[in-house]
């Protein structure tokens, strides 16, 4: 009679009737247990790293921040020379013992000078920087720049000018009749009688005072006075030799003794020069 059948335990294996034990899966499955093997001691070797790496870490954050930490430590004898060094610093310096240290001294070597305010070449009591005639106590002041003191300036806002003699608010240097504070200005009418001066003397021997009643008489040119005589001026005669022109004329048509000449030269009457310039005129041609 057969043996009754058993179930195989998870260890065994039936062969010829008979239960043989089984082997081990890691036996059976050798491939793949090397394969979860070799996996596992990756592991094992990455862990061992991470750990050794994290230890050298520690140590090198600790010995740096041990390091600062030293750097920041002064030893109680270092103190005391640091604070020796501090105290050395130089004292303030004031050679002139003006009580102003030389640092801030305008004139470090003399104790009467301490700042600009100080200086006053002139003694007028306004200070050199200030006065725009520092050598000149009698001026300090030209708001033109022109180098007249606005005390003189007759135009202390104005560089171009500086003397108003006729007070006229007109210049000298643009004022037609600098002395004559009534005028400034060639009129037209004054322009035509300096014209007409001209002309007459081109012709003619005048006197000035003969020209003048020439331009102004009613029955000759009829200017004002005032233009004729500023004509006669402005021509610029030589009087002197007005009066020769005249008495050669003269001579032309008659004759005149020395003196007569003379009068007739000078005569309020005749041509109206002075004596002075008659007598030059009859010692040029020759009585």
């Known amino acids: 009679m057969p043996p009754p059948f058993t179930h195989p335990t998870p260890f065994q294996v039936t062969v010829g009737g008979h239960a043989s034990p089984q082997p081990s899966w890691v036996l059976r499955h050798k491939v793949l247990s090397s394969a979860v093997g070799a ?53 303030p310096v004031d050679t002139d013992g003006d009580g ?3 640092e801030d001294d305008y004139a470090p070597r003399n104790a009467d000078i301490a700042s600009a305010d100080d200086v006053d070449t002139d003694g007028d009591g306004v200070a050199d920087y200030q006065d725009d005639f520092p050598n000149d106590p009698a001026f300090t002041t030209d708001g033109d720049g022109d180098g007249v003191a606005d005390r003189v300036d007759a135009f202390p806002r104005d560089a171009r000018y500086s003397v108003d003699d006729d007070g006229d608010g007109v210049a000298n240097a643009v004022d037609a009749f ?55 001026d402005a021509v610029g005669a030589d009087w002197n030799r007005q009066a020769v022109r005249s008495a050669r004329s003269y001579l032309d048509f ?4 020395r003196q007569g000449l003379i009068d007739q030269l000078s005569s309020p009457y005749g041509s109206q020069f002075t004596v ?9 041609v020759g009585l």
Do not use: C, H
């Open 39 to 91: 996996v596992l001691l990756l592991v094992v070797i990455g862990a061992a790293g991470a750990v050794a790496g994290g230890e050298q870490g520690s140590g090198t954050a600790s010995t740096t921040a041990s390091s600062s930490v030293e750097d920041k430590v002064v030893a109680p004898g270092d103190e005391e020379e640091a604070e020796a060094v501090d105290e050395e610093e130089p004292e």
């Open 100 to 102: 102003v240290t030389d």
């Open 276 to 284: 002075e310039e008659a007598t030059y005129a009859v010692d040029q």
């Open 178 to 232: 600098p002395a004559d504070g009534t005028r400034s200005k060639i009129t037209l009418a004054m322009s035509n009688a300096l014209d007409s001066a001209e002309s007459y003397l081109d012709f003619q021997g005048f006197s000035r005072q003969g020209l003048i009643d020439q331009l102004s008489s009613e029955y000759a040119d009829g200017y004002e006075v005032a233009n004729a005589t500023w004509a006669v």
């Open 254 to 257: 008659q004759s005149f003794s």
